[in-house]
């Protein structure tokens, strides 16, 4: 809406800029027009007691300490994207940050607009919240998943963020990484193609439906790790998908069917632990040096000092909790580095591990949604220039676009089944060597009905070879969320690289022997499977492993490294880039939301750059009639207010803009020469003698200030009020306009420029 058009023509010489005003009078003018009306402060605070507030605060602060943020700090990747005012004295931000991250996750199905956190925060922090919203919406910490509430597209209240869709991104693999990345950038407006060798999504997250009830059965990434912060919960709950808690209880066996007995059980289990804790305290006196030795050494070495667990029952019982960590690390303690194996245990995920019930192809399928794939287009080359990017895929068909993500798996960096172009930089070649990527595996089995016991998730099997100690050391039981008797072994440590040599045939043997083993004992039958899978992850040239760990020479720092991107052309994602949860579904998740809003940042930053360009060509004083010009089309108006605003990002918070406000004066009418005293005399009262005249006053304005005037009132006065006396804004007149804000309208005809450039997109050119 237009501000009104002026009840009479203007009186002035005529002039192509509307009536200019005598800054001197523009404090009179307003509190004669404002007359002594009282602020309208909006208030929103609920009402709640001190008391209640204080422990809703400490509530929330738990809350958003689990979900990785630091009880009294800003994120290291939080302070620089506030503004600098915020992130020096953040203790108000941060309250009201995670007043907005437990709101959502109070009720992660739909999207919390700021509005409505607007609703629960005193007015005094409207800025606050505008800048924590602004964050955590757009680093993915809170509105983001799947389900009709989330589409692939932008929300419709996003329009400002439509100008960059003429951005094009291409992402290499359909992994959680990969899926939760385009599906973030579809709906911060960008364009997406997912490029995907295999002929199906979920990459490492493959459920296989088995037998003819078509069980679903988990072939690579099973248990969700903690369900308190973990985003995979997030996504089951927007889904309504059931999660069924991995019960504790996990008796272990003999291979002759024996349980191990309880006292055993505990007393070699205490002798694990100290012996880690051990291997600490090594790693803590060696410094530096403890960068060059394996945990397996450091152990070794401490268990062969200490003469424990040397009976055979107690050895095979200390080889089975040993099995147990490679697989938790994918990789041999042989392998792993004393120095740096645990260095993301600080960030473990709160709250019971689970299995999502129907399996977690559910989410990938979800995640998929609305996102446009490609299969079978295994890529073999990304060149990337300074300005754009060209993937080719097997078969040589060529896909362009501005940007790409990679979120193929380490194991195929190692590969280099890909060919970068230039090569990757050093630092990165460097860490995708050093890191490791081990193996896991696993045989999955669907019985015709359940032999084991009901009541427990998890069993495990002891083994008399220490070289084969993580081959079928552990069961998982479905049966509670498949649809089926379903029973998967896992394949650990060196086990599992001497599995993907075995025939499939010759290993289900084994699995049945272990099984019968144990339960032939006992009385029950062990019936042969209805349908078997064995994994050979390793022989995937998809992925050429099952997930990372940190080797010996490496430390953390070489998954941000794997994080970097290059020229803000290539981006990385996938759980190999996640100092924090690597390894994991959720981590590859994260890393997924991270980059999205990286991307956008460097579209952002672009597009910026681009208006810095432009404004280098400024001449001091915008040239006549620009002022008239950008108010045309005003980016926003209501009532007597219109605005325009400099940033390519029309809510951006801190844009910045101008604001112009219409008003009316009365001014004396001229006494025409012709009219005689007399005349004068009989006239009406004086306020018939006054005529309206309109004019303009303007004045350098935010686009969260802008906001709060919109959604303050109806009412232009009261709005005039809240900007001049509670916001404290100053009015200006034309030519003080003109004058001192050059820079910011020269600015504004920039950025509109830019983004009427970035709205047209640029098409992906497919050639062959
Ligand atoms: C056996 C096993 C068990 C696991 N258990 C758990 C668990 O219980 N809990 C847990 O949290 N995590 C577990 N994980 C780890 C978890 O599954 C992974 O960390 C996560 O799924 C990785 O996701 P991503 O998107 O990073 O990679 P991926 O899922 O591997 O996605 C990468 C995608 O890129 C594609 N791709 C590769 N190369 C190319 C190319 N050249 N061109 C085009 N596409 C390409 C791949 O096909 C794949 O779809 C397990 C993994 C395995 C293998």
Redo the contacts with the bound molecule.
Sequence with gaps: MSPSPPRRPQRRAASSRPASYDESLVDAELQAYLGDAPSRRIRRLRRLSAEERQRETETEALIALSLGFPIDELLPEERPLLPPAVADAPNDYIVVRNHILASWRADPAAPLPRARVLETVAATYDHLVAAAHGFLAREGHINFGVSAAFPAAPPPDAAPLQGFAGSSVLV???????LAAARQLLRFGLRVLV????AR?????YTMRLGKDKAAVE???????GIHANPLGVLARQLGVPLHKVRDRCPLYHPDGRTVETRLDRTVDLVFNTLLDHATKVRESLGQAAERISLGEAIEKIRRLYHVATAEEERMLLDWHFANLEFSNAGCLSELSLAHWDQDDPYEMGGDHCFLAGGNSRLVHALCDGVPVLYE????RIEHGLDEVSVTVEGGQVFQADMVLC???LG?LKSE??VFDPELPEQKLGAIQRLGFGL???VAMVFPHVFWDEEIDTFGCLNKDSSKRGEFFLFYSYHTVSGGAVLIALVAGEAALEFEKVDPVVALHRVLSILRGIYGPKGVTVPDPIQSVC?R?GSDP??SG??SHIRVGSSGADYDILAESINERVFF????TNRAYP??????LL?GLREASKILRAVECRADSDQKKYSLQKSPRPPNGALEDLFMEPDLAFGRFSFVFSSVTLDDPEATGLARISLEKRLPLPVKSDESKEDQKDQAPAVQKADLENFYLYATITREQADRLQHSSDDDKSRLALLCKDLGVKLMGYDYTCDEGSDLILGILSARKARKRLQHPKNFRISR
Excluded: D
Aim: proline residues 4%; glycine residues 18%; positive net charge.
């Design positions: 290499v693999g359909a992994g959680l990484a990969g490029l995907e060798g295999r999504p979920g990459g490492r997250v072939l690579g990434g099973s248990v969700i790790t287009k295994t890529v073999k979120t193929v798996p195929v089944s890909v896991l595996n696993k994994t992850w998809l992925c099952s997930y994602a996938g759980e190999a390894a994991t579904m959720h981590g590859a890393s």
